[in-house]
């Protein structure tokens, strides 16, 4: 079969990224355009853009597909679909690097571009509505819940309800034990993941009270974040004393239940002896 004497989508759509690098890079020299687009007119050059009698007999059946299936370039076949952020062709005709799976669209990721470099096409999720499945947890969005529902399909997973499951709080990042030394700053962070979000409080074993308490050189911070349903705390202490060694502990509530998070601790190097002591030492070794 003959190629066709016009343009097809596909080189239609190489053209317009093309375009994009004309200011910086002639479009001729494909050796100079980005990698995946080097990759993706290979592909097409090699396998060319004609189809055989589609026999969908002889299709091998794909397995593990995460983000489900869609038909082949000759929309004879099934093929794994393209995952969230993996690249995808932007007219959507599966010539270059396939087709996006259910619940993803193909856009150009513009995101942290540097001076001269090409935004590249990737599969985004076209929601960001986060859901409670029926397992009991949430899930940020329907196609983190796809996923999971492609890897297991013998666990008949469904969507219980729009919105993340209520839970108690889950440790995201616990806090970690700090050597410090007296005079310095130090402080612990504490995240959390919760619906209805939580509050957090800090304690130091041995000790009733909530910190801060009314000590001026201790203080604590809250902050919604870094992801959505998550709190952030922080607890400071400045100019460290001997008097805050010891164990602390982050608490984290909300109307579902409770969890202490681990306790992390604030140990405090030995003071090294000094001449008087070694001296001192010394007369108790010639006393015994």
């Known amino acids: 079969m003959s190629r066709p004497a016009n343009p097809t989508p596909s080189q239609l759509a190489f053209l317009v990224l093309c375009l994009i690098l004309a200011l910086t890079r002639p479009c001729g020299a494909l050796p100079s355009a980005p990698d995946y687009l080097q990759r993706g007119w290979q592909r097409l050059l090699e396998e060319g853009e004609s189809c055989a009698d589609c026999s969908p007999e002889e299709c091998p059946a794909p397995r593990g597909c995460l983000a489900g299936r869609v038909r082949d370039p000759c929309d004879c076949c099934w093929e794994c679909a393209n995952l969230e952020g993996q690249i995808c062709d932007l007219d959507n005709t599966n010539h270059f690097y396939g087709k996006c799976g259910d619940h993803l669209e193909c856009k150009l990721d513009t995101g942290d571009l540097r001076k001269g470099e090409v935004p590249e096409p990737q599969c985004a999720c076209l ?40 839970s108690e709080p889950q440790i995201v990042s616990p806090p970690y034990d700090v050597w410090n030394i007296t005079g ?28 801060p308490g009314d000590d001026p050189h201790i203080s604590v911070q809250f902050r919604g974040g870094p992801q959505k349903y998550e709190v952030t705390g922080w607890l400071q202490i400045q100019g460290v004393r001997v008097t805050d060694e010891g164990t602390y502990r982050c608490f984290a509530r909300n109307r579902v239940g409770e969890v202490a998070l681990n306790m992390t601790g604030l140990p405090l190097p030995k003071p090294r002896p000094g001449p008087e002591d070694e001296a001192e030492s010394e007369e108790l070794d010639d006393y015994y």
Request: aromatic residues 10%; negative net charge; proline residues 4%.
């Open 127 to 166: 929601s960001s509505q986060a859901l409670c499945g029926s397992d009991g947890k949430t899930y940020a969005q329907i196609c983190k819940f796809q996923e999971v529902f492609h890897a297991h399909p013998e666990a008949n997973l469904t969507v219980a309800h729009e919105g993340p499951c209520e």
């Open 184 to 211: 310095q700053d130090v402080i612990f962070g504490c995240e959390v993941f919760a619906y209805p979000m939580a509050s957090i409080e800090w304690r130091k074993d041995g000790a009733e009270i909530l910190l």
